[in-house]
């Protein structure tokens, strides 16, 4: 009789990676799923052209060859003929790069830098980029008023050495989170006097001094706890001392990204 069998088979390179993909043919009604190293036969098939392919999968490339010469898509098969066309699957080399900030609705991008490569930047957002295997070098320029709280590889490289094997699908965290400040003011009664005051300060070493209507603003401080207070020279006495968040002047509780406003 005129038949023939087709067979398709499933390779996944590298060969540690496993994964399936589904299939479809002119021959078959339904579809079939391959995972690597797995194999399909099908016939009695009557002579003629028939097809199969592969439905991609993201993060991997896969193409087919036959061993007669046929392309998969137009399987030419003769009498008594069995015709294998076997599928290589390889997956893709990625890099996820992520960065948090906080606050999670701050506009602030981030200048990364990824050798070799182009310069990138990010938000509160991740970029994923399809690479060769190799060695990277991975980095984020920190921008003015913020610090970085992460920067980790899930495959436990540091992001300054990156050692990518074909097929590695690294991802790389990021956060950075937003500094603030403390405003102190001051005030007199009588307006205008002449008289200074000295203040110190957990943040500041060094202290300060201000006059009527004069203030200071402290330097980028990381999100936490801080005291402030005043001497009160002789011949003054202190009438009030408050901060716009609430907080006493001993127990300023500074959050990322906030400003806040001592008066004394």
Request: overall charge negative; some cysteine.
């Amino acid at each position: 009789p005129h038949i023939g069998t087709i067979a398709v088979i499933l390779q996944t390179s590298p060969g540690r990676f496993s994964q399936a993909f589904d299939f479809t043919s002119s021959y078959a009604p339904n579809a079939f799923r391959l995972s690597g190293g797995e194999h399909a036969t099908a016939g009695p098939l009557q002579a003629g052209i028939y097809s199969v392919t592969v439905t991609g999968v993201d993060g991997w490339t896969a193409a087919g060859t036959c061993d007669d010469g046929s392309p998969p898509d137009a399987i030419t098969l003769g009498p008594t003929e069995t015709v294998t066309c076997t599928f290589t699957a390889e997956r893709l080399t990625r890099l996820t790069v992520s960065n948090t900030l906080e606050p999670g609705a701050d506009a602030q991008t981030v200048d990364f830098s990824l050798t070799p490569g182009s310069p990138f930047q990010l938000g509160n957002e991740s970029r994923t980029f399809a690479v060769a295997a190799g060695n990277y070098a991975l980095s984020a320029t920190i921008p003015d008023g913020w610090q970085q709280t992460t920067a980790t590889c899930d495959n436990g490289n540091p992001p300054g050495a990156l050692a990518l094997d074909t097929g590695d699908w690294v991802t790389c965290n990021f956060s950075h989170r937003k500094l603030g400040r403390v405003i102190v003011q001051k005030q007199t009664l009588p307006a205008g006097a002449a008289q200074t005051f000295g203040f110190t300060a957990d943040y500041d070493g060094d202290g300060f001094t201000l006059g009527d209507s004069q203030q200071d603003i402290s330097g980028y401080l990381s999100p936490g706890l801080y005291a402030v207070s005043e001497a009160i020279p002789e011949g003054w006495v202190q009438t009030s001392a408050t901060c716009d968040d609430g907080s006493p002047p001993d127990a300023i509780s500074l959050s990322a990204a906030e400003t806040v406003t001592c008066t004394f």
